[in-house]
């Protein structure tokens, strides 16, 4: 893993998150937080409840602005763009409590996932001519090939919310991956999920990786998080506390009294 | 499939028929389900209320009387420009109005209800005010005029045909699918790219056309216009078209509107007592059948061949 460090080292940083700082109210939710996402790398952001990772998260997804900081993700500075705007340029999430449309059916949600990569406006849905078809073919087929990746190909025409919860969470990363990101943004994928389904999801975390996606994850579960990261972001009380492979994570001083716990 | 079917029923109903009040409320039905057809795209797909819908019928009957009866343009140049107004109109109450969500939106659209009949009933140098706007044209193609029960009634139902097949092929498509993503969470509809508040105003748009067809086909239908038919309870009977009989689903606007249209004409039995009943019977359905009648009879059907020892259709996950 540190060999890929390495040679990936050289290559600008996909995203980098410049000093970002986002308070509610009162509240410092996140305080001077920088870090850097190397292209086709897996990292992980931890950290306890409330350290400011769902606000990072957000932030980065143009859900709201930071109040300081910057974002620049593919060598240009995305803050302020809106949500839909960084769908299209290759930025997709998942939701920690999952976000799936619950009265559409499997294949639906997986064919509303490429609503940026497919152009059919009002119009061409009326008229239906030969190009809107040979799209919506070619939507199909592609939607089918994802769901077959995720294993749940055999339910597509299923309502998603009829569907148990782990392979809902599957279901969601299927369709994030349908709107074609280069970087994808993971919350809490594990959270809810048997140990079984914890390791295929490691494993498929680990092939998406291999089709060119960079991801990010946020995570509770620790044995996924230090076996299929390269790099590993610890957040405590808004603030940067550490960052590094997981190796280094699990030696650091600080890490392991402020989160690992004291022994 | 459904639609060759629907639209062969019409013709056959057409010629059946030889009663001019049957006419008459059969061409009611058609012009009530454009309008619930229209509201049940915004409502039942996209999510979003509207409680002024009536304003959008009336601007579609106004211009189109205004023009033809006052200034005699043909019917057939007023129509582009009724519905152009509606949609433009749609376009600039949208836009700030749809920021708007839940009860607020149906607060705002209320308001635009009212001011838009208030504006109808005042303005009566041009509208004719209380007292309404008479001498509409009928519609003519060449030298037919289409005036007769059976005429209106293939015109109404026509418009009602490709009403259909218009909305069925939007639901079906990219669109659609995003229209009820916005439905289901927004938050996820916007993490998919999906740009939310345009969809949103288009397809309020899209509504309002609806209605303005059903207001041009009701002014040259009857002739005569007054506000009352455009007030605050024309909205409300519009939504409740919409939820009685199903709401995103395209024909649970015809059957919400034929039972919303016939329900009165059947209650003369029971005179001084119509209203109560009326109200009765809409409680009933909501409270039987909440989710419409169109959803609620195809349950009971399927529970009726689950007794009967066929197995459902319907998977379970």
């Not at chain 1, 994030?176 to 494993?203: M, Q, W």
């Not at chain 2, 060449?142 to 139902?157: E, H, T």
């Not at chain 2, 639901?171 to 229209?179: E, K, Q, T, Y």
Request: charged fraction near 15%; proline fraction near 4%; charge should be neutral.
């Amino acid at each position: 893993m540190s060999d890929r460090n390495a040679e990936l080292g050289s290559l600008p940083p996909l995203l980098r998150v410049e000093s970002v700082s986002k308070a509610f109210g009162g509240i410092q939710a996140l305080h001077e937080v920088s870090f850097e996402v190397a292209p086709g790398t897996i990292h992980a952001v931890i950290g306890p409840n409330g350290a400011g990772k769902t606000t990072l998260f957000n932030i980065i997804t143009g859900a709201y602005p930071p109040d300081e900081g910057g974002v620049v993700y593919a060598q240009q500075e995305v803050r302020g763009r809106k949500v839909h705007e960084l769908v299209s340029l290759g930025i997709a999430r998942t939701f920690q409590n999952v976000e799936l449309f619950g009265n559409m059916s499997v294949l639906e949600n997986v064919l509303v996932g490429q609503h940026v990569r497919t152009r059919c406006g009002f119009l061409g849905a009326i008229v239906r001519g030969p190009w809107v078809r040979r799209e919506e073919r070619q939507m199909r087929e592609y939607s089918m090939e994802l769901l077959e990746f995720v294993g749940l190909d055999g339910v597509a025409d299923h309502r998603s919310s009829d569907l148990p919860f782990g392979w809902q969470r599957f279901l969601e990363i299927a369709r994030a991956l349908a709107t074609r990101p280069h970087l994808l943004l993971l919350d809490e994928p594990a959270s809810g999920l048997n140990a079984v389904e914890t390791h295929r999801l490691g494993e498929l975390l680990e092939e998406i990786r291999k089709r060119g996606v960079t991801l990010v994850l946020v995570e509770h579960d620790m044995s996924l998080t230090m076996g299929i990261s390269d790099r590993i972001l610890v957040l405590h009380q808004g603030k940067k506390l550490a960052e590094g492979t997981p190796r280094e994570i699990q030696a650091n001083e600080a890490v392991i009294s402020a989160y690992l716990g004291k022994e | 499939m459904r639609n060759i079917l629907f639209a062969v029923a019409i013709l056959l109903a057409g010629l059946g028929i030889s009663s001019p009040y049957h006419f008459q409320l059969l061409t009611f039905i058609g012009i009530h389900t454009l309008l619930a057809l229209g509201l049940n795209m915004l409502m039942g797909y996209a999510g979003q209320i509207s409680l002024g819908h009536a304003a959008f019928y009336g601007i579609g009957a106004y211009t189109t009387a205004i023009l033809t009866a006052h200034f005699n343009w043909s019917p057939w140049l007023a129509l582009p420009a009724a519905l152009f107004l509606a949609v433009l109109i749609a376009f600039l109450v949208a836009l700030p109005m749809l920021k708007l969500s839940g009860y607020y939106l149906g607060m705002g659209t209320l308001g635009f209800g009212m001011i838009t009949y208030v504006l109808i009933r005042e303005w009566s140098g041009f509208t004719g005010g209380d007292s309404g706007l008479v001498g509409i044209p009928p519609l003519e193609i060449g030298p037919v005029s289409l005036s007769s029960g059976r005429a209106c009634f293939y015109v109404v139902w026509g418009t009602v045909v490709l009403g259909f097949i218009v909305c069925e092929r939007l639901v079906n498509s990219r669109v659609g699918r995003a229209l009820r993503a916005i439905h289901d969470s927004e938050q996820a509809a916007c993490a998919m790219g999906i740009n939310t508040a345009q969809l949103k105003i288009s397809v309020f748009m899209l509504s309002a056309f609806l209605a303005a067809l059903a207001g041009f086909l009701y002014a040259h239908l009857v002739s005569f216009i007054s506000p009352n038919t455009f007030d605050f309870l024309t909205s409300i009977r519009i939504v409740t078209m919409v939820v009685i009989g199903g709401m995103a689903s395209i024909w649970g606007s015809l059957l919400g509107a034929t039972l919303i249209t016939l329900l009165p004409e059947w209650l003369h039995i029971f005179s001084d007592y119509e209203m109560v009943v009326y109200g009765l019977v809409l409680m009933v359905i909501m409270i039987f059948l909440p989710q419409g009648l169109t959803r609620g009879l195809l349950d009971i059907y399927e529970r009726s061949k689950r007794r009967a020892g066929v197995p459902s259709t319907t998977a379970k996950g």
